[in-house]
């Protein structure tokens, strides 16, 4: 078989070396996007669209390659959200070779002369909006490669919607072409606009922050302070309760984490910094404690967050499947909640439950063991100093179990 060479164009033909030049012209057949191969339109290569399937006419490499030289021509950097990784996976990283150029990241970063290298790179091409929720208010400089369908005026919709007034939208559009368009708008300027298909937006923050917007707020972090939250007064999951429920998830990007009795969303919204590109669903019954989610996630510009106002159990089969679902809340029908909690859940999955009376912590005890599940208890005590006249002393909390369950 010869080797297929995947070619990366940079922005254009301009950026091609003439060692990668030498390789376009010697091809026989070139595959790629029906834009990148009509820079050559007097190639006389048989030419090959990759289309709406991708990897289905890469099939094709194998059978060609045997007796022909082939190319797959790329935009960028193939490597890159690009088509070298499938090329590989058809044909085996032996018979591949990658040929780097520049991506849109790094031209939209000398055109716009900043740095690029703190920036938060997101692809919304076939995923929807999940990864910019995930991202925004998380990074002041986000780099955006964007579809048909999430384009520039829909990210300026989703900033408007998340409150994100103070952003800042660069649309960089055909890059490297005579008609390349440079523009930058405010979120409500791009909602209202139309773009060239070919376009890389880059949001900056230029809001003046959480200390100063918020005094006191701070930044979103692990340990949150009652105080720093809107909440009913002492329905709250407690900082230090937080942290170990939380370990107990053991929770990692991409997952979906229900949370069922939210409350005021405390453990969502800390969930959230250690689920980028998951999905966090606070379901609560109450009308006003579901406000106080919505209040905090905004104060905090949580963007994966979905308040769900509803009762449970049955709310919840309606539910994104979940690998991980934490039950701070549902009283009575907490053995309810947690048995359907238990036949949602993927396999692998794992459940968390937080129980401060005796009957609820038996109640999951007995539901968890007669699913035949791994069962863990922890019984948590805190304490916590007061000022007492001249010195201090240590005023307990109410105690705590946390109880947890694997779905093998």
């Not at 036949?343 to 968390?352: A, F, H, I, T, Y």
Request: aromatic letters at 4%; one cysteine or more.
């Amino acid at each position: 078989m010869n080797t297929v060479h995947v070619v990366g164009l940079g922005m254009s033909p301009a950026d091609l070396t003439p060692g990668a030049l030498e390789i376009i012209r010697e091809a026989q057949v070139l595959v790629g996007g029906r834009r990148l191969l009509s820079y050559f339109p007097d190639h006389p290569a048989k030419k090959i669209p990759l289309g709406k399937d991708p990897e289905g006419v890469l099939q094709q490499l194998p059978e060609l390659a045997a007796t022909m030289r082939v190319v797959v021509l790329a935009s960028g950097d193939p490597n890159f959200y690009g088509v070298a990784p499938l090329v590989v996976k058809v044909l085996g990283p032996e018979h591949v070779v990658v040929h780097p150029n520049v991506t849109a990241v790094q031209a939209a970063g000398a055109r716009l002369k900043i740095s690029w290298q703190d920036a938060v790179v997101v692809s919304l091409h076939g995923r929807g909006l999940a990864p910019l929720a995930a991202a925004v208010g998380r990074a002041a400089k986000l780099i955006i490669y964007t579809d048909p369908e999430h384009t520039p005026g829909a990210i300026g919709r989703f900033l408007l919607e998340q409150g994100r007034t103070e952003a800042r939208l660069w649309v960089l559009e055909d890059l490297g072409q005579a008609t390349e368009r440079v523009s930058r708008l405010t979120p409500e300027e791009a909602a209202g606009m139309e773009f060239s298909p070919l376009n890389l937006v880059v949001v900056l923050d230029e809001s003046p922050g959480p200390q100063e917007s918020q005094p006191g707020a701070g930044a979103l972090h692990l340990g949150l302070p009652e105080e720093a939250l809107a909440h009913e007064a002492g329905l709250i999951t407690k900082s230090e309760v937080r942290a170990v429920v939380l370990a107990k998830l053991e929770l990692h990007p991409g997952l979906v984490l229900w949370d069922v009795g939210a409350g005021c969303g405390s453990v969502s919204l800390e969930a959230s910094l250690l689920l980028p590109g998951g999905q966090i669903f606070a379901v609560e019954r109450d009308p006003a404690r579901a406000a106080q989610i919505r209040a905090n996630r905004e104060k905090f510009g949580v963007g994966n967050l979905e308040v769900v106002s509803g009762d449970a159990p049955e709310i919840l089969p309606g539910l994104p499947r979940p690998q991980r679902v934490f039950v701070g809340g549902g009283g009575a029908r907490v053995g309810d909640i947690l048995k359907t909690a238990m036949s949602c859940l993927e396999p692998g999955g794992k459940v968390v439950l937080t129980a401060a009376r005796l009957e609820t912590l038996e109640s999951a005890r007995r539901t968890l063991a007669a699913a035949g599940w791994p069962v863990e208890v922890v019984h948590l005590q805190v304490s916590r100093s007061r000022p007492l006249r001249e010195g201090s002393y240590l005023q307990a909390l109410n105690p705590v179990w946390i109880i947890s369950g694997n779905k093998s």
